[in-house]
């Protein structure tokens, strides 16, 4: 099982992940957490990362290109995967579908896009930010997460319904009957 979650920040990417991840037996693999770890621990990559990830802009591919594709090959072929938050750009999209066509059993076989309206992703990612501070969950920060998702992450939508592996969920329910509107669209494809 191979699994992609796209959705704007707040939408319940990194929720929904875990579950799935569980649930299907799978490894999750979170670009944003992986992010967030590297710069926890300074390493190179995360010295590079943080001021991207402070503004809520996205990271140079070849950065997360080289964190993701060891444990991503490993994932595929111990089981499978379950993706929140890369490929987050066409390009990134592209690179890895073609890496993919070069070895057998990692390309992606579902995309989940949840759906939620602009007021309940601000109203989630406020709670978060009183819960747990992370830095860019400020206003001005999720602004541009905003306007970042819009213009670079959005047209993947469009790359993947092309390909006819997109799952419309709406992702404006109690987690968990999004978890089961997600299972049911996934297990409908018979994977
Ligand atoms: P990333 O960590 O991916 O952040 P994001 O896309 O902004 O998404 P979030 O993690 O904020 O939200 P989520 O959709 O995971 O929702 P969650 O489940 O937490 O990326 C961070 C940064 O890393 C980027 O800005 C960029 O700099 C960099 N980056 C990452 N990937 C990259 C890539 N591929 N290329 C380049 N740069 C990259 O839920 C949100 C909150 O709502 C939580 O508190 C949760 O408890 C709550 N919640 C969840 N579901 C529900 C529900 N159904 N009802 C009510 N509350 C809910
Ligand atoms: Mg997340």
Avoid: C, W
Avoid at 72 to 97: H, I, K, M
Avoid at 113 to 123: A, G, I, P, Q, T
Avoid at 144 to 154: A, C, G, L, P
Avoid at 166 to 191: C, K, P, Y
């Amino acid at each position: 099982m191979r699994l992609l979650l796209v959705a704007y920040p707040g939408a319940g990417k990194g929720t929904q992940a875990a579950k799935l991840a569980v649930h299907y037996g799978i490894a999750q693999l979170s670009s944003g957490e992986l992010l967030r770890a590297e710069v926890a621990r300074g390493t190179r990559i995360g010295k590079v990362a943080a001021d991207y990830l402070t503004r809520g802009d996205l990271v140079p591919d070849e950065l997360v290109f080289e964190m993701l594709s060891a444990p991503l090959l490993e994932a595929a072929s111990n089981g499978g995967y379950v993706l929140d938050g890369f490929p987050r750009t066409l390009r990134q999209a592209e690179v890895a579908y073609s890496v993919a066509q070069e070895i057998k059993d990692v390309e992606l076989q579902a995309v989940v896009y949840l759906r939620v309206s602009h007021d309940e992703l601000l109203k989630r990612l406020r709670t978060r930010a009183d819960r747990d501070g992370r830095t860019d969950d400020d206003e001005v920060t999720i602004a541009n997460r905003f306007k970042v998702f819009e213009t670079q992450t959005e047209p993947l939508l469009d790359f993947y319904s092309r390909r006819g592996i997109l799952l419309d969920i709406n992702g404006e329910q109690r987690v968990g009957d999004v978890f089961r509107d997600v299972t049911s669209a996934v297990d409908s494809l018979h994977i």
